[in-house]
């Protein structure tokens, strides 16, 4: 039987192996020290809490074990969720729990949106650098990326401009708050002058937030789906998967009406329903402050981490030309070296000579060509002692890669 001729259209020829899991797999096979994971620490899961949250709802009885009559969601969930948004002032008057739809981590629902609204050969804006998983989920279907350099406050919004003046956009796709890969956060002014272009060009927004509460910082900054209001134009989805695990599995998107309509009957077509057993259990755990108690305990250590990791980073490889942007929260710190060409060379030789493991930039560049001199680094589950350790390995591999054949001065 041969089946290297039966493959869809989408999967001959749209469908890319994720690059992240790529060096993942790699870096994984050498044994190397990953500075590269965009995942929580693990000893960080709040395995205990979770433990206790799934054994509650089991010996209270509160599981359908047939096929969920709750479609979007459990709504005990639902509401939790539309209050703890709503009391962080993060949602328009319009937002009730019925307009939440729970996905399978905020992966599903950005390919349900990508079903949902845009047609092969549709243009959908995106932030330059960006999250390769997400403009891989746009590629499979056939739309075309955009991209529009993002600064440390947010889109460069002239560039908007001037490609919106030339070309028809159908969304525009951010992660607003601590970015991946940048951790850059898009400022309440920069979102105010994006909804006048998305009003201006008509075009929808599609918010993708899943650091906000891995945050830093004092004051939280404002969503876009607030910033909105009755005008509806954004889409935004969140995650479980930072703030407690993501082999939970459990996001969830707030869509206008008709559009959230239509994601059902999509998730309905695609996979069903979603367990409630698990949508039961994290009510359980995040409800009554537990989620509240697990942030303020986790914010400081995932701060320890990012303050060791630049500084080592900084110490120990500055010296060999790098240099890094330190966030306000979120996972990852972005790094440029100025005299590096490709990224991904210097990457899977740092994995094999020092075993030490970061993302290669070029994978995050809708733009093919860009990135060769940029890298990502994770510091959400690399403790302070591994830091200086890390740093030293890629400062190490650095000299090596340079004095090899690394493109120069
Ligand atoms: C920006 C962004 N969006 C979505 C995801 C996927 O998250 P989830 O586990 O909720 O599907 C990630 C995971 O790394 C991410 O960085």
Redesign the pocket.
Known sequence: MEWKDRFSATVRDRLEESAISVVMREAARQGALMLSA?EPMAELYPEKELRESFQKVLAEGRVNWGYTPHRRGVPDLLRWIVEWMGRDGLLPGWVTPGDLLVTN????GMSLLSECLLDPGDRVMVESPS?P??LGVFRRDGVLLEGVDLLPDGPDVEAMERLLAEKKVKAFYT?PTYQ?PTGFSTSDEKKERVLELARRHDFVIFE?D?YRNITFEEKPRGTYIRASGDDRRVIYMG?F?KVIA?GLRL?WMIAPSPVDMALEKLRIAGTLCLPDVIQYAVCDLAGAGGLQEHLAKVRPLYKANRDALAASLVKHAGPEGLEVDVPGGGFFIWGRIPWLKDAQAFAMEAIKNEKVAVVPGAHFYPEPGRGGDRIRFAFAAVKPDQAEEGALRLAKALRRYRAGRGGGK
């Open positions: 965009g981590g905020s992966q599903e999250y998983d997400a992660i991946n993708d899943p995650s998967s993501p996001g």
